[in-house]
């Protein structure tokens, strides 16, 4: 069974940075695509980035381009971590930011983590 965990939320001050971290265990996700979502309160959730197979590209939401940076760690077989570096962060970056895996080729993001706080101050 594969879990993805998600750590490095807090609280931070507009214009400060946060690196959020998603630990994936249980199977090689080498051949997953992984992808960050986040969910506002009273908000529909919505993608935020995604990396894809062997890192050779990424794609990002509008409202984080030239801010957020994917990235990939698979160096470790036995475990695979994703980052997202937030820079530049907004009091609209404010979130429960999720980590997801696609198994490559598929539609839909069919494994996902509990998610992790991430809140903004003006």
């Known amino acids: 069974q594969v879990q993805l965990v998600e750590s490095g939320g807090g609280t931070v001050q507009a214009g400060d940075s946060l690196r959020l971290s998603c630990a994936a265990s249980g199977r090689s996700l080498v051949l997953y695509t992984m992808g960050w979502f986040r969910q506002a309160p009273g908000k529909e959730r919505e993608f935020v980035a995604a990396?894809?197979?062997?890192?050779?590209?990424?794609?990002?939401?509008d409202s984080v381009k030239g801010r957020f940076t994917i990235s990939r760690d698979s160096r470790d077989s036995s475990k695979h971590t994703v980052y997202l570096q937030k820079n530049s962060l907004k009091p609209e970056d404010t979130a429960v930011y999720y980590c997801a895996a696609k198994y490559r080729g598929t539609q839909e993001y069919s494994i996902w983590g509990q998610g992790t706080q991430v809140t903004v101050s003006s």
């Open positions: 990396i894809y197979v062997g890192a050779t590209s990424t794609a990002y939401a």
